[in-house]
């Protein structure tokens, strides 16, 4: 079983990239091949400082690796140093019909925020799906782990794919999304799905002030410590205490069901378990950030590993439809 995840560094990564690619892709590397990959050409979307990409693209290698990415059992690399990705990418779009895209959800939010003006997206933001497919069906991926909010981007994916076989013969494995249902989607502090466009997010490893910060900061009802909220179970911080820690989340909105405990004590208690929960993985970070030439060399090493792969894949798609 082969499996493949990506993450875009498009900014610091948050609990929502945790639980919806990041913990599923790191307990999968221990049941089959395990190719993981930092998705910089998609980030082109979205971000264009350069030096931002740069330092988002190490961080993001950082955070893969301070979570529990091992090297000796997952192939990591950036997505740029196998070119392979942009050339399949091509001959999928000759065979995406324009209406596929049309109907993906991302674009018609991303439209939706701009005023209805399908003219200001570029194009990348319309194509990015097709990317995503060359990145999956390079690799012959069987299980791709993705959140709830992707499900779609896996089905045009798999479109794509069963289309190219029809046209040109058995050339690409389909894959099957891995969807974790308790995390497939995770709340952002305003209840919207967490993401960093919505600017909704808790950082894995933002300063311990500005954390605690934004989270004492989570807007609540006006109800009183002493009001019982037979409604706590639709409470952002006790819906992510859960994921966290279920015994405790499950703690937390029992005492915001019977009253006498405030929003305050909860967000506190949050707070506590968030940055104890995490904090193996800062120190483990640390070290990493302290000798960068490791981890460029992890990265070189997984280009090295995915490359011959990928051409493999791209020469037998190029034969199947005459381009050899």
């Known amino acids: 079983m082969r499996i493949l995840t990506g993450i875009q560094p498009s900014g610091a990564l948050h609990l929502g990239n945790y639980f919806g690619a990041m913990l599923p892709g790191i307990q999968l590397q221990n049941q089959g091949e395990a190719f993981y990959f930092i998705a910089n050409y998609h980030s082109m979307t979205s971000l264009t400082d350069p030096e ?18 091992d090297p000796a059992k997952a ?18 779009t000759t065979i995406t019909p324009m209406g596929l895209l049309e109907r993906c959800h991302s674009f018609k939010d991303k ?28 690799y012959d991926s069987n299980i791709v782990p993705v959140g709830k909010d992707q499900k779609q981007h896996l089905e045009v994916t798999r479109d794509i794919a069963l ?7 058995e050339t690409f494995v389909i894959p099957e999304p891995r969807i974790q249902e308790s995390v497939a989607v995770v709340p952002g502090l305003d209840g919207q799905k967490m993401s960093k466009s919505y600017n909704n997010t808790i950082e894995l490893f933002g300063e311990e002030k500005a954390t605690r910060k934004k989270i004492m900061s989570i807007v609540m009802d006006s109800r009183t410590p ?23 989340g499950a703690n937390q ?3 915001l069901r019977a009253g006498g405990y405030g929003y305050g004590s909860l967000k506190k208690a949050f707070f506590e378990c968030f940055w104890n929960y995490f904090a193996p993985y800062r120190a483990r970070r640390a ?9 460029h060399r992890i990265l ?9 792969i990928a051409r493999a894949t791209l020469a037998r798609a190029k034969k199947a439809c005459g381009l050899d």
């Open 226 to 248: 002493e009001e019982p909220k037979p409604d706590a179970d639709h409470n952002v911080v006790v819906q992510l205490f859960k994921l966290l820690n279920a015994t405790e």
């Open 253 to 255: 909105e029992a005492l």
């Open 300 to 308: 070189a090493e997984g280009a090295a590993k995915a490359t011959p």
């Open 163 to 169: 289309k190219f076989n029809h046209l040109y013969g």
């Open 52 to 69: 931002l990409r740069r330092r988002y693209t190490f961080d993001v290698a950082l955070d893969w690796l301070a979570c529990g990415l």
């Open 287 to 295: 070290e990493l950030a302290a000798n960068p030439e490791a981890v």
């Open 111 to 138: 439209v939706a925020k701009l005023g209805g003006e399908v003219g200001s997206v570029n194009h990348g933001l319309f194509a990015y799906p097709v990317l995503m497919a060359a990145d999956i069906l390079l």
């Open 75 to 92: 192939v990591l690399w950036r997505q740029s140093d196998v070119p392979e990705h942009t050339e399949l990418a091509w001959l999928l």
